[in-house]
């Protein structure tokens, strides 16, 4: 397998095994017109099995969505063919509208135009909480 060097560029590493896709749709890589490369069940001595994501272009990314998705990715920014830049995620503080109210008494149920966000209450367990009703996130 041979994927070229990244001259500018985004290198997604310490992606937990099997959640790639997920990241490749929420981030909408599907829309970009430049080279995306996923790269699934490689082997990684810190967490077994890895996915990596490699995007041949520099985009802005939210870093939000992706440390809610997978707190412990780590996003390296290549610029002219080296690590410019490197980020270690966490679980983000707030979210918004990447998780759905699943109360139907919420007010995100009846208003069609509110977004949906919502907060960390623990962040050990990973759990989140509607703003509006306190609903835990599935």
Same mark, same amino acid.
Request: net charge positive; with cysteine; hydrophobic share 40%.
């Given at each position: &397998? ?5 001259? *500018?560029?985004? =290198? ?8 790639? &896709?997920?990241?490749?749709?929420? $981030?909408?890589?599907?829309?970009? %017109?430049? @080279?995306?490369?996923?790269?699934? *069940?490689?082997?990684? =001595?810190?967490?077994? #099995? ?12 939210? $870093? /939000?969505? $992706? ?9 390296? !920014? ?6 410019? %830049? +490197?980020?270690?995620?966490? $679980?983000?503080?707030?979210?918004? /509208?990447?998780?759905?109210?699943? *109360?139907?008494?919420? !007010? @995100? ?7 949906? =966000?919502?907060?960390? @209450? ?6 989140? +909480?509607?703003?509006?009703? %306190?609903? #835990?996130?599935?």
């Amino acid at each position: &397998m041979i994927i070229g060097q990244i001259k *500018n560029g985004i =290198v997604l590493d310490h992606i937990h095994a099997g959640k790639a &896709m997920k990241i490749y749709d929420a $981030l909408g890589l599907g829309e970009l %017109e430049c @080279t995306v490369a996923i790269i699934k *069940n490689a082997d990684s =001595v810190k967490l077994g #099995k890895k996915d990596i994501l490699k995007v041949f272009e520099v985009i802005d990314l939210d $870093l /939000d969505v $992706l440390g809610y998705i997978d707190p412990g990715i780590t996003v390296n !920014i290549i610029q002219n063919g080296k690590v410019s %830049e +490197r980020k270690h995620l966490a $679980l983000p503080e707030r979210i918004t /509208d990447q998780i759905r109210c699943k *109360n139907p008494r919420c !007010i @995100t149920s009846v208003e069609q135009g509110l977004p949906h =966000v919502f907060r960390l @209450t623990n962040r050990e367990q990973g759990i989140y +909480r509607c703003i509006y009703c %306190e609903s #835990k996130a599935k």
